[in-house]
């Protein structure tokens, strides 16, 4: 587990996180309402050298971002609680790019069996605790990378 003690440290953590993505990489975020979801995808954004504002894409579930070197694909699954709609999540997960997946317990059937799961739990106003999860051997080398 990794103790996050307030945004710069998160900004951080992400920063660690991008140094160890390849394209192709999904990373799934957990996390209740305001666990910082969405401000960690920022903050993968800015790493990647994302221009444009990120901010949740509740309504439109899927918006993509121009990196410097890496295109980052940025996925809100909430709205699909209890759907069976198939929005063509394949070409995403085939593009190379790095795809980040909020409530992605939605759409558990259509993801890849490979991916990194970052779990954000909420301990008071400006702290965080981080587990991840790692299925698939690149995944399991970030994982290690990224707890020590």
């Given at each position: 587990?990794?103790?996050?003690?307030?945004?710069n440290?998160?900004k951080?953590?992400?920063?660690?996180?991008?140094?160890?993505?390849?394209?192709?990489?999904?990373?799934?975020?957990?996390?209740?309402l305001?666990?910082?979801?969405t401000t960690?995808?920022?903050?993968?954004g800015?790493?990647?050298?994302?221009?444009?504002?990120?901010?949740?894409?509740t309504?439109?579930?899927i918006?993509?971002?121009?990196?410097?070197?890496?295109?980052?694909?940025?996925?809100d699954?909430?709205?699909?609680?209890?759907?069976?709609?198939d929005?063509?999540?394949?070409e995403?997960?085939?593009?190379d790019?790095?795809?980040?997946?909020?409530?992605s317990q939605?759409?558990?059937?259509?993801?890849p069996?490979?991916?990194?799961?970052?779990?954000i739990e909420?301990?008071?106003?400006?702290?965080?605790h981080?587990?991840?999860?790692?299925?698939?051997?690149h995944?399991?080398?970030?994982?290690?990378?990224?707890?020590?």
């Amino acid at each position: 587990m990794i103790s996050i003690k307030d945004k710069n440290e998160m900004k951080q953590f992400a920063k660690r996180l991008v140094a160890l993505v390849q394209p192709g990489d999904l990373v799934l975020l957990n996390g209740d309402l305001g666990a910082g979801k969405t401000t960690f995808t920022q903050f993968i954004g800015e790493a990647l050298g994302v221009k444009r504002t990120i901010n949740s894409p509740t309504f439109n579930i899927i918006k993509s971002y121009k990196g410097t070197n890496l295109k980052l694909h940025h996925m809100d699954c909430y709205r699909l609680e209890d759907s069976d709609e198939d929005l063509g999540f394949d070409e995403y997960f085939e593009d190379d790019a790095l795809t980040v997946i909020e409530w992605s317990q939605f759409i558990e059937d259509l993801l890849p069996n490979e991916s990194l799961t970052i779990n954000i739990e909420v301990i008071d106003e400006t702290s965080r605790h981080i587990k991840i999860e790692a299925k698939g051997e690149h995944y399991e080398v970030m994982k290690e990378a990224l707890e020590q």
